[in-house]
């Protein structure tokens, strides 16, 4: 969990640097293996977060119920690391 003092950011008590990628459309049409090596690829060129628009995007060809359960087990995959 990360904690804000001033206009620093912690976690686990030191300093934490966020070095963000960004996937705007990222539940549009990802798999769920796609998702796991783009987490794991990230994760190993050492970005420490990943910036994710959850709001429905123009080209998506999912239902919204499929992009919600989608959105939630990214969500827990992206929590649990």
Do not use: H
């Not at 798999?31 to 050492?46: M, V």
């Amino acid at each position: 969990m990360l904690t804000v003092n001033g206009k620093y950011l912690y976690k686990d008590g030191q300093r934490f640097f966020y070095l963000a990628d960004t996937c705007w459309s990222a539940f549009t049409n990802l798999t769920l293996p796609d998702w796991k090596f783009y987490l794991d690829t990230r994760k190993a060129q050492g970005y420490t977060a990943i910036q994710i628009n959850l709001l429905r995007q123009y080209d998506s060809s999912e239902n919204l119920l499929r992009l919600s359960n989608m959105m939630m087990v990214v969500m827990n995959m992206i929590f649990q690391r």
